[in-house]
C-alpha cells in the first residue's frame, strides 16, 4: 500500500464512541493513519468523551461531530470500524464498497444514568476498553495482509 491506510470509525451519534476511538488511534499510531469518525445522525461531541480522553493525555482538538455523507465519495478508505451494532446494522455495504468492515460493538456510555462520577466512569471504562482494542488491533498489523 503506496499511501496511508484509511480508518472510518462509526458509530450511531458520532459523539462518544466513535470519537474516542478516532482520537486513541491517532494517539497510539501518530501519522500512520488517516483517522477518522463519522455518525448515522451526528449529535455533537459529548464534552465527558473529551474529559475521558484528556485525562490520560490524548490529543482533542479538532474532533468534531459528523454525519457519513462527508466521507462518501470524499475519502478511499480501508477500514470502516463499526463501534456500536446500531450503526453496523443501519450503514449499508454499498455505501463504501471494497472497504474492510470491522464490527467492534462497545457499550454506550451516553446512555449511562447516575452521577457525574457513575457516568464519567462508564466513559472511561469504554475509553480503556476502545484503547485495548486499537493496541491488540495495531499489533496484528491488518492493513498489511491481503483482503
Avoid at 16 to 41: I, K, P
Avoid at 85 to 112: E, Q, Y
Avoid at 138 to 145: A, G, S, V, Y
Wanted: net charge neutral; glycine share 8%.
Amino acid at each position: 500500500m503506496d499511501r496511508k491506510p484509511a480508518v472510518l470509525f462509526l458509530c450511531t451519534g458520532n459523539s462518544a464512541r466513535s470519537q474516542m476511538a478516532e482520537a486513541l488511534l491517532r494517539h497510539r499510531a501518530g501519522n500512520s493513519f488517516g483517522v477518522y469518525s463519522a455518525g448515522t445522525d451526528p449529535q455533537g461531541v459529548n464534552p465527558m468523551s473529551i474529559r475521558a480522553l484528556q485525562e490520560i493525555g490524548v490529543d482533542t482538538s479538532g474532533l468534531r461531530s459528523k454525519h457519513l455523507d462527508e466521507f462518501q465519495g470524499q475519502v478511499a478508505l480501508d477500514f470502516l470500524i463499526a463501534v456500536c451494532s446500531a450503526a453496523d446494522r443501519n450503514c449499508p455495504v454499498a455505501v463504501f464498497p471494497g472497504v474492510r468492515r470491522l464490527s467492534w460493538p462497545f457499550d454506550d456510555p451516553a446512555s449511562v444514568q447516575g452521577t457525574e462520577e457513575d457516568r464519567l466512569g462508564a466513559f472511561r471504562r469504554v475509553r480503556d476498553q476502545i484503547d485495548a482494542r486499537i493496541t491488540g488491533w495495531l499489533k496484528d498489523e491488518p492493513w498489511k495482509k491481503p483482503s
